[in-house]
């Protein structure tokens, strides 16, 4: 039987139609597959890829040796009345350790001749080296392995910067990075990082905190790494980086950075690994337990306030083989303790 056009048509028509709703019917399906999905995961987020330990076993973190403290009782008085949540696992950077060769002198002599201080130096100990300036009392100290610097001035050679006042922070800061760059020692995590000050005046003993600029005769700058991942550096001191210098208010370029101390080692941050990490209640219960780093000791009490917990990487101004992240609790009256964060697995040779 032959189809007549009336009826090709209706067909027609009919196959479009059905073809048309097949088609947003397909597409809405999609989207709310796609949709549906991203409600899921946002509900039940997929696990993260397992940890790459590409490191092995890391080395037990380097801490300073710290006068015995009294038991400690903590309470845990967060904004949140709780412990954070911390990710399974977290980046370890790799440190390279500085490599001793005959060069190394040439290298020191290079860095106090850039400061414009006398060469060559005087031997202290096999691996440190003085330097003093022709102008000023001043001496410089490097350690031709590691390349770590400390400087002094003698005040009671010239008592003269005791009666100034350094101008302002941006002048300070200023000179703080004139004096670096001129030895190329102005890394760039340092150039990033946040700058701190803190003002100090002359007393008998020591020099003395201040809180005014106009009281101050000299300006502590504290430099700074910049964060790693988002997370803070920690050093050994709570109120100290491991780059820091002390600047008067003289308008002589000799006489302005009159001490310091330049203890910076390189991040390499193209060779990292994820390890997996503590959960906050495990750290708590180990600080609980004296297996804590305290870094800054309440100065009355044995009660402990804890304030704030949160992640860190600790940055021990010596030597180490890998920038690691630790557990850091602080609280009132100053105090803050560490607990590394890798888990016990992947954490503590020697």
């Known amino acids: 039987m032959i189809m007549s056009l009336t009826e090709t048509a209706f067909q027609t028509r009919r196959a479009i139609k059905f073809g048309l709703i097949f088609i947003v019917a397909l597409i809405t399906l999609n989207i709310t597959w796609a ?77 106090a001749r850039s400061l414009n201080f006398s060469t060559p130096g005087t031997s202290l100990t096999e691996v440190i080296y003085r330097y003093t300036h022709p102008e000023v009392p001043e001496t410089l100290d490097i350690n031709i392995v590691n390349k770590t610097l400390s400087l002094s001035y003698n005040l009671a050679q010239d008592s003269s910067l005791l009666s100034l006042h350094p101008k302002s922070n941006e002048g300070t800061l200023a000179a703080t990075r004139s004096f670096l760059n001129r030895a190329s020692l102005l890394a760039s995590d340092l150039d990033q990082g946040k700058q701190t000050f803190e003002y100090l005046k002359t007393a008998p003993d020591a020099l003395q905190t201040v809180s005014s600029l106009s009281d101050a005769n000299f300006i502590r700058v504290n430099l700074w790494r910049r964060n790693y991942d988002d997370l803070p550096i920690i050093t050994p001191r709570i ?28 991040v390499n941050e193209s060779q990292k690994s994820t390890y997996p990490i503590k959960t906050a209640k495990t750290a ?27 992640l860190g990487y600790y940055d021990s101004g010596k030597v180490q083989q890998f920038l690691e992240p630790v557990v850091v609790f602080d609280g009132d009256n100053g105090f803050r303790a560490i607990v590394p964060a890798v888990t016990d697995q992947w954490y503590g040779t020697q």
């Open 35 to 111: 949709v549906g999905y991203k409600i899921y995961r946002r509900v039940f987020p997929a696990p993260p890829p397992p940890p790459e330990v590409r490191f092995n076993k890391l080395p037990a973190l380097v801490f300073d040796l710290k006068p015995a403290l009294p038991t400690l009782t903590y309470t845990l008085q967060t904004p949140t009345g709780d412990l954070p949540n911390f990710p399974v696992q977290i980046n370890v950077f790799f440190m390279p350790t500085p490599q001793s060769s005959f060069l190394n002198l040439d290298d020191a002599n290079r860095v």
């Open 239 to 266: 109120d100290r980086s491991n780059v820091w210098f002390l600047v008067s208010g003289s308008d002589s370029t000799p006489k302005q950075i009159i001490a310091g101390e330049y203890h910076y080692f390189a």
């Open 284 to 310: 708590w219960d180990e600080l609980q337990g004296g297996k804590g780093q305290i870094i800054s000791a309440p100065a009355s009490s044995n009660q402990v306030v804890v304030r704030r917990v949160y």
